[in-house]
């Protein structure tokens, strides 16, 4: 069974940094492509970033480019989403989810959401 822990959220003020961390178990990690979505307060859940599985591609959102750094160690079966000059419009809960593939343009693999980390970033 699929299973997939988000941790690392927390409060942050304004320009500060947070390490969110997607422990996986339940397939073959270096298979899929690795992704971390959000889901802002009576917002839609949205794609922040994607890596191969290969740790050797990845594409963010434009909202935050620049700013995440997402990474995968393929042999901890871990995916980490760095995230520096937090603002407050990032605030949400983080999920991370696989892909159905090896590549950023696979689809979405249907496995239920985990709980998700939330983060928090006021003044």
């Not at 434009?62 to 160690?73: E, I, L, N, Y």
């Not at 990032?90 to 980390?117: F, L």
Request: charge should be neutral; glycine fraction near 10%; aromatic fraction near 10%.
């Amino acid at each position: 069974q699929v299973q997939l822990v988000e941790s690392g959220g927390g409060f942050v003020q304004p320009g500060g940094s947070l390490r969110l961390s997607c422990a996986a178990s339940g397939f073959s990690f270096g298979d899929n492509a690795m992704s971390w979505y959000r889901r802002a307060p009576a917002e839609r859940r949205e794609l922040v970033a994607t890596v191969s599985a290969d740790g050797g591609t990845v594409t963010y959102d434009r909202s935050v480019k620049g700013r995440f750094t997402f990474s995968r160690d393929n042999a901890q079966r871990t995916a980490h989403l760095h995230m520096n000059f937090l603002q407050p419009s990032d605030t949400a809960v983080y999920y991370c989810n696989r892909m159905d593939g090896p590549d950023i343009w696979s689809d979405r693999a249907k496995d239920n959401w985990g709980q998700g980390t939330q983060v928090t970033v006021s003044a």
